[in-house]
């Protein structure tokens, strides 16, 4: 009997010309892995190598993980003038009912509100992509002068926006639309920023 075991343990090992005894998976389970981690029972690999210490992505030499704001000003002007549309066709629409509720319902009714729907979406369309495209415009100045990006540059750029906007207006329009810029693009800074603040006021309070 031992003959014929040893005759199929050794068949394809003299085959291949590893000659020698063969050993079952009885013979090894008792034999310690010495020098190597114990591996994963549901993966035939060692977890060490599952832990994932690089970038997912693969970027081009020299280029930013994050986009600047060149590459999104296309996205800002684009999503102010579809945000401008959307609120000035609704606030047409409400403005077309108001002058014309003592009008029936009839055709030269529809005509008007659909005339004040496509008046107020054109003008907030414009109003907002205008005052996206000064401040993307402003934002990548200061970028490139200044060679970093942070929250200074979006005020900055929003405080120049509003200056600009309502430079019309005299000094007192060119103040007024400063602080409302400064205003609006502080509150956003803030924003993004407040996770962490809160870090570093929860640190100090330790």
């Known amino acids: 009997?031992?003959?014929?075991?040893?005759?199929?343990?050794?068949?394809?090992?003299?085959?291949?010309?590893?000659?020698?005894?063969?050993?079952?998976?009885?013979?090894?389970?008792?034999?310690?892995?010495?020098?190597?981690?114990?591996?994963?029972?549901?993966?035939?690999?060692?977890?060490?190598?599952?832990?994932?210490?690089?970038?997912?992505?693969?970027?081009?030499?020299?280029?930013?993980?994050?986009?600047?704001?060149?590459?999104?000003?296309?996205?800002?002007?684009?999503g102010c003038c579809m945000t401008g549309a959307a609120f000035g066709a609704l606030n047409g629409l409400r403005?077309?009912?108001?002058?014309?509720?003592?009008?029936?319902?009839?055709?030269p009714r529809n005509v008007q509100i659909l005339n004040m729907v496509t008046r107020q979406g054109a003008l907030w369309a414009n109003t907002l992509g205008s005052l996206a495209l000064l401040y993307s415009a402003f934002g990548v100045i200061i970028e490139k002068t200044r060679g970093a990006?942070?929250?200074?540059?979006?005020?900055?750029?929003?405080?120049?926006?509003?200056?600009?906007?309502?430079s019309t207006g005299g000094m007192r329009g060119i103040a007024r639309g400063g602080i409302a810029g400064l205003t609006l693009t502080g509150l956003y800074a803030l924003y993004n920023n407040w996770e962490h603040m809160k870090g570093s006021l929860a640190r100090q309070s330790l």
């Open 149 to 166: 990006e942070d929250d200074l540059n979006t005020v900055a750029a929003g405080t120049l926006t509003g200056m600009l906007y309502k």
């Open 95 to 107: 403005l077309g009912l108001k002058e014309t509720q003592n009008m029936p319902w009839s055709k």
């Open 1 to 78: 009997m031992e003959g014929g075991g040893n005759s199929k343990g050794t068949g394809l090992g003299g085959l291949f010309g590893a000659g020698g005894l063969g050993y079952s998976h009885a013979d090894l389970a008792g034999v310690p892995l010495t020098g190597m981690s114990p591996l994963s029972p549901y993966l035939n690999l060692d977890p060490k190598y599952l832990v994932q210490d690089t970038d997912e992505f693969i970027l081009p030499t020299g280029a930013n993980k994050t986009r600047g704001r060149f590459e999104l000003a296309f996205f800002t002007i684009g």
